[in-house]
């Protein structure tokens, strides 16, 4: 909110942006090629969208080319209270308000074009209520991210302050996170095949997991992703669209590990499987949705349809 922090006292980082301390809607990244338009749409809140502002030189740079130059996604670009351009100059964090937005802060990766979910952590997804939540950045360091959280039925003045680690050891959060689908296995597969409110948290989650994902990430975690196929699939397919080069990876990896067989001899429940994901993903593409998700859909298709079940002794 644009007078929460002139009543607090609270002073801002110089390298956090109030939209309404800005004279022209736009911050430009220090020392960077990027920029963030803001949109006021007065009682509808503030958007935002990312831009390649500076001179690329050449036809693509990282995941940004000559003709691919904005970017905004519905979870982090609406209702925005605050934005801060990370130290190092790779990172975007952004806060929302739950009015219209989600009430969550982000961390955007500028090059890569991935975004991620940063507070509240998933561990908290149980007693999370979008539409509540507000968030505001107000201190941004080389290792740590201060922001204000709140619940927006208590009133701003019930506020507490959140302390974020930025260092490569907040990726470490992945590995909680990856954990925390290990330990609550049966509870999150049904979430997603009910349609639980919850559940696109967990198709985030499930994300976050695979992009910063080991080795051994895709076994464990293929059940949750064919469960995110057969029950969710437009949401699934959304939620990957952001990252193509790990969704290729994910073609690649997850028809092997969803239709093999480690424990026993017994192959028909994976025939089944198999027969379930290619006609979840043939009617998806009968759907009429976006043709983006449409072309993720056939190739991910393909591959399952190439994959025969199979028994490692």
């Given amino acids: 909110m644009p007078t929460a922090l002139a009543q607090s006292g609270e002073k801002l980082d110089t390298l956090i942006v109030e939209p309404s301390t800005l004279e022209d809607r ?28 500076g001179l690329m030189r050449s036809p693509k740079n990282g995941s940004w080319s000559l003709t ?43 090059y890569s074009r991935i975004y991620r979910q940063i507070f509240p952590d998933i561990d908290d997804y149980e ?56 330990e609550n296995r049966s509870q999150v597969l049904k979430t997603i095949k009910d349609a639980h409110q919850t559940a696109a948290k967990i198709l985030d989650g499930i994300h976050n997991v695979w992009i910063h994902r080991d080795g051994a990430v895709a076994a464990e975690m293929s059940d949750f992703i064919v469960a995110s196929i057969l029950y969710r699939p437009s949401d699934f397919l959304k939620t990957f669209s952001t990252s193509p080069k790990d969704f290729g990876d994910l073609v690649e990896s997850i028809p ?42 056939s190739v991910l298709l393909r591959s399952f349809e190439k994959q025969e079940p199979r028994i490692i002794d």
């Fill in 256 to 297: 092997n590990f969803a239709l093999t067989n480690f424990k026993d001899d017994n192959i028909e429940p994976l025939k089944e499987r198999k027969k379930q994901i290619t006609n979840t993903l043939a009617n998806f593409l009968k759907s009429g949705a976006d043709n983006k998700l449409i072309d993720m859909a």
């Fill in 127 to 182: 007693g999370w209520h979008p539409g509540y939540t507000s968030t505001q950045l107000i201190q941004i360091r080389r290792s740590t991210l201060t922001i204000f959280s709140w619940n927006t039925e208590d009133g701003y003045e019930k506020r507490k302050k959140v302390e974020i680690p930025l260092t490569d050891e907040h990726r470490n959060g992945d590995t909680r996170t990856f954990n925390w689908f290990m």
């Fill in 26 to 53: 736009t911050s430009i990244q220090p020392d960077g090629p990027f920029a963030v338009l803001f949109f006021n749409e007065d009682a509808l809140g503030t958007q935002i969208g990312v831009i390649y502002y």
């Fill in 68 to 110: 691919d130059r904005f970017w905004q996604k519905e979870d982090w670009s609406m209702d925005v209270t605050t934005i801060a351009w990370g130290p190092n100059g790779k990172y975007l964090y952004v806060a929302t308000s739950g009015t219209y937005g989600v009430g969550a802060v982000y961390e955007l990766d500028l």
